[in-house]
């Protein structure tokens, strides 16, 4: 089979291709060597117990090359897969503080920002060679955000 120039190769400059996935857990916002009071004070509601959930939304963007033959970036399902067994299947449906060592108790506080940290950790070495981890961007309802981003 014969391929041409691929369209990406006629301008210069680099292809992103973004994916979007959800999934829905709880979390807890609360240090042990802090006193009750002073949990409430500093995270508010997010410090009660058991604790509280969100039904997350997570934009995935990873750049490289466009495959010549395919006209892909990265092969999609790979991509989900990657995605699903690495993140989607850990936090559905879990929650944070049981489900991830480093948001266990004592440990990191599970922010959007924080979550959003250790999901780019999670998926970043996975990606195959061709591609990069550009950005991962955490959304728990409609007013918060956080991303994080290839320097």
Not at 4 to 30: I, K, M
Not at 41 to 56: Q, T
Request: proline residues 7%.
């Amino acid at each position: 089979m014969s391929v041409s120039q691929p369209l990406a190769g006629r301008t210069p400059g680099a292809l992103v291709l973004e994916r979007n996935y959800s999934f829905s857990s709880s979390h807890r916002y609360y240090r042990p060597e802090w006193t009750p009071e002073t949990n409430l004070a500093r995270f508010g509601k997010c410090s009660n117990s058991p604790a509280h959930g969100h039904n997350y939304r997570l934009t995935i963007e990873v750049s490289g090359t466009v495959d010549p033959e395919t006209g892909f970036v990265v092969n999609l399902p790979d991509l989900d897969a990657l995605v699903r067994d690495a993140v989607v299947r850990r936090l559905d449906h879990a929650h944070i503080n049981d489900a991830v060592p480093e948001f266990a108790a004592g440990g990191e506080i599970p922010t959007t920002e924080n979550l959003a940290v250790w999901i780019a950790g999670e998926i970043a070495s996975l990606l195959p060679p061709a591609n990069r981890l550009e950005s991962v961007r955490l959304a728990e309802d409609d007013r918060l955000a956080s991303k994080w981003t290839r320097r």
